[in-house]
C-alpha cells in the first residue's frame, strides 16, 4: 500500500522591492537540518543555502538570483520564522566585554528605505541613468570586496536604462562592458550620485535594546545581514 502523502501548509508575503505577493511553503526535516548548520558557515556559504532553501520553499517560481539582497533576507526570515519559530536567541556585547543573551521576534522585522533615494539619477540637464537594485551575489560581492574596480563593476551591471534627451536605451542593446566605458566618463561628483543608490540600498534591520546585568545599563544596537540574526 502506498503512503499518504502529507499537504504542506502555504502563507502568503510581499515582496519588499515590487509589492508583489508570492506564496511560500515552511522548511521540511531535511532542510531544517541544513538551518541548524548556518551560524558556522562563512558568507558565500550562506548565501548559496539560503538560495537554494528560497528557491525550494517557493516551488521554484521566482528566478531567486535576481531578487534584491532585501528582499532575499525578508523572505528567508520569514520563512525561519514560519517554519522554526518566530523567536531567535542571540548575544548582544555590550561596551563592557559582556554578552547578553537576548531574543528577537523576527515578527518586528522592518524595511529601512531613504525615502530622498530613487532609481533615477539625474547626471546633467539630457541625461538621466535608471538603476536597478543589486542582485544577493551582486550585494554580497560589493559587501566582501570593495575594491574600486570592483564597486566600479558591479555599479555597470546595475544599470537597467539610460535615458538621453528623448531617448531610451535600454540594459538589452548593450554590454557591460559598454556600460562601464559609459561609467567611466562621469565625472567624480555624478559617480557619487549614482553610488548613493547603493550606499542607501533598503535594508532588513531589527532595532534592539538589552540589558546588561554587569554594568546595569540598557544596550542598544540593530540587527543587519542574516548573519546578525544567527549570531
Known amino acids: 500500500m502506498a503512503l499518504p502523502k502529507l499537504e504542506t501548509p502555504t502563507y502568503e508575503l510581499t515582496l519588499p522591492s515590487t509589492n508583489k505577493k508570492i506564496t511560500y511553503r515552511p ?11 548556518l551560524a558556522d558557515v ?11 532553501l528560497i528557491d525550494a520553499c517557493t516551488f521554484k517560481k521566482l528566478n531567486v538570483k ?29 561596551d563592557c566585554g559582556e ?30 541613468v535608471s538603476l536597478r537594485y543589486p542582485n544577493f551575489y551582486e550585494m554580497l560581492d560589493l559587501l566582501t570586496n570593495k575594491d574600486e574596480a570592483n ?13 538621453s534627451g528623448e531617448d531610451v536605451i535600454h540594459r538589452d542593446s548593450f554590454t557591460d562592458e559598454e556600460a562601464e566605458e559609459f561609467l567611466s566618463q562621469f565625472t567624480k561628483d555624478e559617480f557619487s550620485k549614482v553610488e548613493n543608490f547603493f550606499i542607501k540600498l533598503p535594508k532588513v534591520v531589527q532595532k534592539i535594546t538589552a540589558h546588561c546585568e554587569k554594568c546595569d545599563k540598557p544596550v542598544e544596537t540593530r ?9
Request: contains cysteine.
Open 27 to 37: 522548511f521540511l526535516v531535511k532542510e531544517h537540518k541544513i538551518m541548524m548548520t
Open 42 to 52: 562563512d558568507a558565500k556559504e550562506l548565501s548559496r543555502v539560503v538560495l537554494e
Open 66 to 94: 535576481k531578487l534584491s539582497n532585501f528582499d532575499i533576507e525578508y523572505i528567508f526570515l520569514n520563512l525561519r520564522a514560519k517554519s522554526i519559530g518566530e523567536i531567535v536567541k542571540i548575544n548582544v556585547n555590550c
Open 99 to 128: 554578552k547578553i543573551p537576548h531574543e528577537v521576534n523576527l515578527n518586528d522585522i522592518e524595511i529601512e528605505k531613504d525615502k530622498t533615494i530613487t532609481d533615477s539619477v539625474k547626471l546633467r540637464h539630457d541625461i538621466v
Open 151 to 163: 564597486i566600479f563593476t558591479v555599479v555597470a551591471k546595475c544599470i537597467d536604462k539610460i535615458f
Open 223 to 231: 540587527l543587519e545581514g542574516l548573519q546578525n540574526f544567527f549570531a
